[in-house]
């Protein structure tokens, strides 16, 4: 059964059921004796509005917890809330409805009643004849105060709210008509409707009044302090004009310049710029002028000026023309490199002689960790220059080269501009490091427009598009570096002056580690020499078992480890004051060894296959070709990831070998007979090239004729359909695979003779390497009879 509760409110006496429909709403707070338009949507809300005509059109009004949600439980909504009267309903053709509610008293939620189409409540009124404590009193003085320095920073509010505020009378409406009006958010306004004691509520509502304050009044100093920055530029502006205008009736022409300008002009002639530089820089400067500093093009211009000034127009360092110095830094710093030192110090000499010389454009191609961009570094070091490197890697517009016109947001000068300007001088090395990993699209390619940078016949009037004036780069000494030289354009590779850097023999890395990598390393460990000794067969078990690389960069990352781990023994065993680190503890440091020379390990020299030689970007390598025979129609598969130049070379092999036959004892039924399956291992490696002729031509014969192949024998060589062993590319890389595998004999062609007799002697020391010219020649001295 519904209960009664009666309430006064005013004169008259109003009878409220316990049991009354709910309507949640949003973003929005009802206080009692408030008018309060509502927009209304919702299914179950508009069932609500219908369903409290049965109770006198009295509803209970509560605001839910979460504005955004659309579909909400009981869960999602206040306990505290207004009991509400209906003074009007308007209803709209798209289903909505306008509800207008008076708030009467506050109510609590104790439970909801089970509804399908709308929310039903089970309410408690609130008890709001509670005396008041002289300390009320107080606070409703405070509201007064607060309330009227809220209205007076809130424009859109009337003075008039005040006097409402007087007539209120009761502290319960004063209470609630303030909470109404204020600018805050629903759920600091539901703190305030939901506190019970009087008190309690006041000091809530002066401290929400106390933060509204203080965020107009910063909101009005801003404000502020932006119409007086407006009203300084306008009246600049203003002045300015009538300045110029009153110049022009004088007849003079000079504008009246900012000490800004003065100090762009003693600056610019200070830079010592080129006339042509000079022109152009003056002439900008005139421009800026004519232009109020409040203007977007003031700044714009500005930075260009800037830019001019603080590139270096005639600054150069001094070359340090002591070739013996030179040369010992060079050593100091680097072991080995023999060609890229000597031509250093030739460039040193010509420079003794004739004072200026164009710069040099090296190219250092080389696989990783061989030390090209340290070499640049040392380079510098030696001349006694600066040093700037820029990395091409992915690069892929060509504005990053030669800079942005001015006309675009934001626009700089390219790298090299930038560069130059770092380095503070017009003769730094520069290293452009990556040179064959730059790409292109549609902003351009940047390999283009390196190739004005590049050309020493060009490069003196190199024009950047951000500073559109010619700028001279004849004096500086460009380095590039790149892993793959097929894989630079052929107009830029033209204008270099290539130097290759193959990998590193075993004996300079033992060199390199003893002087360079593990005293360096002990330094960054914070160990001293005494604390750790690393011999010389240890060195070499981590080059050959822990590391398989050209360069030494993942030799250097071997001995770092080696280093922890020897930090953290004399850290944990307090009494011990020296690690050694020998060929038989390296186990423990680093674990089982990461390479094993298969060659050796596989055993007995085996039918059908044969180790070639390769080149890969990273260094030279070796690979085992193998063939298998077995019954069929004379069918031929490749295998192992390899590409068409490699399958057309396998091709010519085969044909070589039928049109052989009789010599090599093959019965020409064989070829009908048998199918032939090429494998070379590792398959998800790529393979490619005409190199492997005579190897695949060796492993094909020793399957069909049964007779082992030498395995302490590598070969490289292109093949004819004639049997002619065509010249091949990589031979240092190839030979190092080989020296580093142990292989004591390889066969090259007889046409790479010169640059056989170029090899350095630690190369081909220990290496039996026999010239051929002809397959014959492979065949004896490979197949086993």
């Not at 369903?51 to 909504?77: C, F, G, W, Y």
């Not at 075993?506 to 750790?532: S, Y």
């Not at 070796?622 to 490749?638: A, D, M, R, W, Y």
Request: hydrophobic fraction near 40%; glycine fraction near 6%.
């Amino acid at each position: 059964m519904t209960k009664i509760q009666k309430i006064l409110k005013g004169e008259e006496i109003l009878e409220i059921p316990s049991t009354l429909t709910l309507l949640p709403i949003r973003d929005l707070v009802v206080f009692p004796y408030s008018v309060v338009p509502l927009l209304v949507g919702r299914e179950k809300s508009l069932a609500a509005i219908r369903a409290a005509a049965e109770n006198e059109n009295l509803l209970m009004v509560a605001t839910q917890k979460d504005a955004e949600k659309e579909s909400i439980r009981s869960s999602d909504i206040f306990r505290i809330g207004t009991i509400c009267r209906i003074l009007q309903v308007l209803e709209f053709p798209n289903g909505h409805a306008k509800v207008v509610v008076e708030g009467i008293i506050r109510a609590k939620v104790n439970r909801f009643l089970r509804r399908k189409n709308f929310f039903e409540t089970d309410i408690d009124i609130f008890d709001e004849n509670i005396e008041l404590s002289d300390l009320s009193d107080v606070y409703i003085k405070q509201l007064f105060h607060y309330f009227r320095e809220y209205i007076s920073l809130t424009p859109e509010m009337p003075e008039e709210m005040l006097e409402h505020l007087h007539n209120q009378g009761d502290p319960y409406r004063m209470i609630d008509f303030v909470a109404l009006n204020i600018h805050a958010d629903a759920a600091q306004k539901q703190k305030v409707l939901q506190e019970k004691e009087v008190e309690n509520r006041l000091i809530l509502l002066l401290d929400l009044l106390r933060q509204l304050i203080g965020y107009h009044k910063v909101r009005q100093e801003i404000d502020q302090k932006v119409q007086e920055n407006l009203l300084r530029n306008q009246r600049n502006y203003y002045v300015q004009e009538k300045l110029k205008v009153i110049n022009k009736e004088l007849g003079e022409d000079e504008e009246t310049a900012s000490p800004e300008i003065y100090k762009l002009e003693e600056e610019i002639l200070e830079a010592n710029m080129p006339d042509h530089a000079l022109d152009k820089a003056t002439e900008e400067l005139s421009k800026l002028r004519k232009i109020p500093p409040f203007s977007p093009e003031y700044t714009v211009l500005r930075n260009y000026l800037e830019w001019m000034i603080q590139v270096p127009w005639q600054r150069q360092s001094s070359d340090r023309l002591d070739i013996v110095e030179a040369q010992a830094i060079l050593d100091n710093d680097h072991y080995g490199l023999k060609q890229p030192k000597e031509r250093i110090v030739e460039h040193l000499a010509v420079l003794q002689r004739v004072k200026k010389i164009k710069g040099p454009i090296l190219c250092f191609v080389g696989p990783p960790g061989v030390g090209k961009t340290s070499l640049g570094k040392s380079i510098a070091r030696a001349l006694g220059r600066k040093f700037v490197r820029v990395s091409l890697g992915g690069v892929r517009d060509e504005a990053e080269i030669r800079g942005h016109r001015r006309t675009y947001i934001g626009a700089m000068p390219g790298k090299i501009i930038q560069s130059i300007k770092k380095a503070g001088t017009t003769n730094p090395v520069f290293l452009l490091d990556e040179v064959d990993k730059m790409s292109m699209d549609f902003r351009g390619d940047p390999a283009s427009a390196l190739l004005e940078v590049l050309d020493p016949e060009q490069n003196k009037s190199f024009n950047d598009h951000y500073l559109d004036v010619d700028y001279d780069l004849s004096r500086v000494f460009f380095i590039t570096t790149a892993n793959v030289k097929g894989n630079i354009p052929a107009p830029l590779l033209d204008r270099m002056e290539v130097i290759e850097l193959p990998g590193y023999m075993e004996h300079e890395k033992l060199r390199i580690v003893q002087d360079h990598l593990l005293p360096k390393q002990l330094k960054e460990h914070g160990l001293e020499k005494k604390e750790v000794t690393l011999n010389e067969k240890a060195i070499y078990r981590v080059i050959q078992e822990y590391t398989r690389e050209s360069g030494v960069r993942n030799l250097e990352r071997q001995i770092a480890a080696l280093c922890r781990k020897s930090v953290r023994t004399l850290t944990e065993n307090g009494k011990k004051r020296t690690v050694r680190l020998t060929e038989k503890n390296l186990p423990e440091m680093l674990g089982k060894p990461k390479f094993l020379n298969r060659l050796l390990v596989n055993g007995k020299d085996a039918i059908g296959v044969v180790t070639g030689l390769a080149w890969t970007p990273y260094g030279g390598d070796v690979l085992q070709i193998e063939v298998n025979t077995f019954p069929g129609k004379g069918k031929l598969t490749l295998t192992g990831k390899l590409g068409e130049v490699m399958k057309e070379s396998a091709q010519t092999a085969l044909s070589y070998i039928r049109s052989r036959a009789e010599s090599l004892k093959i019965p020409q039924e064989t070829f009908e007979k048998l199918d032939l399956h090429i494998h070379i291992p590792e398959g998800a490696v790529p393979k490619d090239g005409p190199s492997a002729g005579i190897t695949l031509t060796t492993a094909i014969i020793s399957a069909l004729t049964n007779r082992p192949v030498r395995r302490d024998i590598a070969m490289t060589g292109e093949i004819t359909l004639r049997g002619k062993v065509l010249a091949i590319g990589g031979l240092n890389e190839k030979l190092l695979a080989a020296k580093r595998h142990k292989i004591p004999t390889v066969i090259v062609p007889e046409e790479n003779i010169n640059e056989i007799a170029d090899l350095p002697e630690e190369l081909s020391e220990g290496v039996k390497i026999v010239k051929a010219a002809h397959y014959d020649q492979v065949i004896k001295l490979a197949l086993k009879n």
